[in-house]
């Protein structure tokens, strides 16, 4: 990621890498990065909570630029992604943020549809897609401007263990930040796809496996009701619920967790009573089916029409993504 972005066309940047307190040689990487380039600053976090939000927090407090884009520290830069996003922010005085083409990464960007690329124009309505967990952009899919996100005294939700990206993404639109797609431009920037050998070291891998991922969860689906039903009432239940059936295949692919259920449950009986029903008479059926089949499929025949629909935004997604790149080429 360092290389990439020192590779850019535009040379106008800084690089905050904040370290969150690695114990292997990354800070003596880091540091000679910095001593052979002035624009590379180093920050080490030095309160808590560990983790990516407060090291995204620190090091946008710190920052001097007009624009922020917030990378990940393992995935790669095109070298026109800078001089590309600035040129197209700049055209469009009256946007705070712009959203940008993605790919992903093996020895280069890949322009192979695939679910883990965002940024193109797949959802007319960007609150529900967020609300079903169906992403339509990632953060490092934009470029913002800074003082847009200080005037909204926008920050990381330092509480969350993961799926900070969405809800700072879905913040931001819930606070009124103009934003638009950017239009015939080639992906600039690619996601690191996971190693499989390395998923039990990931993020991806640790979730759910901890009663503190799991309170995040709940904290993260009451805060997203909470916040776009102070807004929109009752209008996007549905797609709220979506996303809760989207964590319950992740968190239930392997046991059952019936304490954890009715804990989301009790979440979706206070903020939408109508879904809650549909969430007990599902939750039964599930519990039943467990008596006499394999897990996967007593979890799935109550949600037969979620999974169909799933499939159905997932096709849809890499259809358009699919056209886009086709009609850019």
Not at 80 to 106: A, K, Q, T, W
Not at 127 to 155: C, Q
Not at 212 to 224: C, D, G, H, T, V
Not at 279 to 286: A, G, I, R, S, T
Request: aromatic share 14%; proline share 3%.
């Amino acid at each position: 990621m360092v290389d990439s972005i020192i590779a850019n066309s535009y040379s106008d940047w800084e690089l905050l890498a904040v370290d969150d307190g690695s114990d292997d040689t990354t800070l003596s990487i880091l540091n000679a990065y910095a001593e052979q380039d002035e624009r590379i600053r180093i920050i080490t976090r030095t309160r808590l909570p560990k983790g990516a939000q407060t090291c995204r927090n620190i090091g946008f407090a710190q920052s001097r630029g007009k624009y922020v884009i917030f990378a990940d520290s393992d995935d790669f830069m095109a070298s026109y992604c800078l001089e590309s996003r600035v040129r197209e922010i700049e055209n469009h005085p009256e946007l705070d943020f712009m959203v940008f083409p993605s790919g992903v990464y093996s020895d280069g960007i890949s322009l192979q549809p695939h679910l883990y690329m965002y940024g193109y124009p797949v959802y007319k309505d960007t609150i529900a897609a967020f609300s079903r967990r169906t992403l339509p952009f990632i953060v490092w899919n934009n470029i913002y401007r800074a003082d847009a996100l200080r005037a909204k005294d926008l920050v990381w939700d330092e509480h969350l263990l993961s799926m900070q990206d969405s809800d700072f993404n879905l913040m931001t639109l819930l606070a009124g930040l103009r934003f638009d797609y950017a239009r015939n431009v080639a992906p600039d920037y690619a996601y690191r796809l996971p190693v499989q050998s390395h998923q039990s070291n990931s993020i991806s891998g640790q979730m759910f496996q901890s009663e503190a991922y799991r309170e995040s969860q709940l904290y993260l689906i009451e805060k997203f009701y909470r916040s776009i039903q102070a807004q929109y009432g009752h209008l996007y239940d549905n797609q709220l619920y979506d996303g809760i059936l989207t964590f319950h295949v992740r968190i239930s692919s392997t046991e059952s967790d019936t304490r954890f259920l009715n804990q989301i449950g009790v979440i979706i009986k206070r903020y939408s009573p109508c879904c809650w029903r549909i969430f007990k008479v599902q939750m039964c059926l599930y519990k039943f089916f467990a008596y006499f089949l394999p897990h996967h499929m007593a979890r799935n025949i109550p949600i037969t029409t979620y999974l169909i629909r799933r499939k159905y935004w997932d096709n849809f997604k890499c259809r358009i993504i699919a056209n886009s790149i086709t009609s850019n080429q």
